[in-house]
C-alpha cells in the first residue's frame, strides 16, 4: 500500500527460501540493462516462445537490445498478441536465422490489420448541383504545350 493505494498484490509462497519473479516488472529496467536478460533469473519463466527468440537472439551481438525491445511491446499490445507474433516470426525467419524486432513487430500489424470493406456498386449521387461553374477556372490557367506528367 501506498498513499492509500494498492501498489502491488502477491501470493505467500508458503517455503521459506523461495522466491517467485514476474519477468513483467522487469521490463523497464531491461529498456535501460539489456544485458539482465542474459543472466537474469526472472525472465526464465516467461512463456517458451519468448524463451525460444531469447535463445536465438543472445546468440548474436547486440540480440539482448532486440530482445529488450521486443519485450517492451508486451505492456502496449498484451501478453498473448505478442507470444503469437513471435511463434510466427520464428516459423517466418529468414534462413540466416537472425531475428530482429521488426519482424515481430510486422507480424503484430498483420494480425492487427483492419479488413478492406467491401466494394458499393452505386457511385455516390449529388442531392444538390453546384451553384458555379466551376470549368470557367480551366480558362484562367495557361494554355500547355506539353501534357502535365501525372506524379501519382
Not at 500500500?1 to 522487469?26: C, F, I, N, P, S
Not at 540493462?33 to 526472472?42: C, D, E, I, V
Not at 449521387?125 to 504545350?145: H, K, M, N
Amino acid at each position: 500500500m501506498g498513499d492509500d493505494v494498492m501498489v502491488a498484490e502477491h501470493d505467500r509462497l508458503a517455503d521459506e527460501g523461495l522466491v517467485r519473479y514476474d519477468w513483467q516488472h522487469y521490463i523497464p529496467l531491461i529498456q535501460r540493462k539489456p544485458g539482465a536478460l542474459r543472466n537474469g533469473a526472472p525472465f526464465l519463466d516467461m512463456p517458451e516462445p519468448l524463451q525460444r527468440l531469447r535463445r536465438a537472439l543472445l546468440r548474436e551481438p547486440g540480440g539482448d537490445r532486440v530482445m529488450a525491445k521486443v519485450l517492451t511491446l508486451v505492456p502496449e499490445s498484451g501478453l498473448d498478441a505478442i507470444v503469437i507474433s513471435v511463434e510466427l516470426a520464428l516459423e517466418q525467419a529468414p534462413p540466416s536465422g537472425r531475428m530482429s524486432v521488426e519482424h515481430v513487430v510486422n507480424v503484430l500489424s498483420r494480425m492487427r490489420s483492419v479488413e478492406i470493406p467491401p466494394k458499393i456498386d452505386t457511385a455516390l449521387q449529388l442531392t444538390t448541383p453546384p451553384l458555379a461553374d466551376t470549368s470557367r477556372y480551366d480558362g484562367l490557367r495557361p494554355v500547355l504545350q506539353q501534357p502535365e506528367a501525372g506524379h501519382a
